[in-house]
């Protein structure tokens, strides 16, 4: 696994950065080579946030802590990580082992099979609404007018469908399509 540590608004020390391998470097069984965890410390306030993000394959983990010890804000986040992990891995595991299986049982335990894991990600609603071209900060009044956290538009500028979203602290982020 790769690894990119920043600090924002503080200096990290070598210790800092030898935990972050060996807090992580416990997941990196489970993740390819090619995977890329980025570690970003934030000091606000006397408060240090540490959010890691791992990247690999498509799939993207990410986890966010807020602590007065960067050290207890990186533990936190890495019990975070784990939980997700452990989720998404028998998840995973248990589809995978349904469909080695589903060659030897008739179609009605693909059914249930299917069933089983639509219980957990199941759509509730779906709702249909024209995409206007929009500017971020047309975007981002519209989402704040009609009081949710997101909002889908397309950009005005790139002609791509983005989403804006509210963050902590009263910030917003944009999500863009990469090729």
Do not use: W
């Amino acid at each position: 696994m790769k690894y990119n540590i920043i600090g924002r608004k503080v200096n990290l020390k070598d210790n800092f950065k030898e935990r972050v391998y060996k807090k992580l470097g416990k997941f990196e069984k489970i993740y390819s080579e090619s995977a890329e965890a980025t570690v970003t410390v934030t000091l606000e306030k006397n408060r240090q946030t540490v959010e890691v993000t791992i990247r690999d394959d498509g799939m993207t983990y990410r986890a966010e802590s807020t602590a007065l010890e960067m050290n207890d804000a990186l533990d936190a986040v890495v019990d975070i990580l784990g939980g997700q992990i452990r989720k998404n891995k028998t998840k995973l595991s248990k589809k995978m082992k349904s469909e080695s299986f589903n060659q030897y049982f008739s179609e009605e335990s693909e059914e249930d099979d299917e069933a089983l894991f639509d219980e957990d990600y199941a759509v509730v609603r779906t709702k249909s609404f024209s995409v206007k071209p929009l500017s971020v900060e047309e975007a981002i009044l519209q989402m704040n007018l009609i009081g949710h956290e997101f909002f889908m538009f397309r950009n005005s500028t790139t002609n791509e469908i983005n989403v804006v979203y509210k963050r902590k602290g009263n910030t917003y982020g944009l999500l863009e399509p990469k090729d």
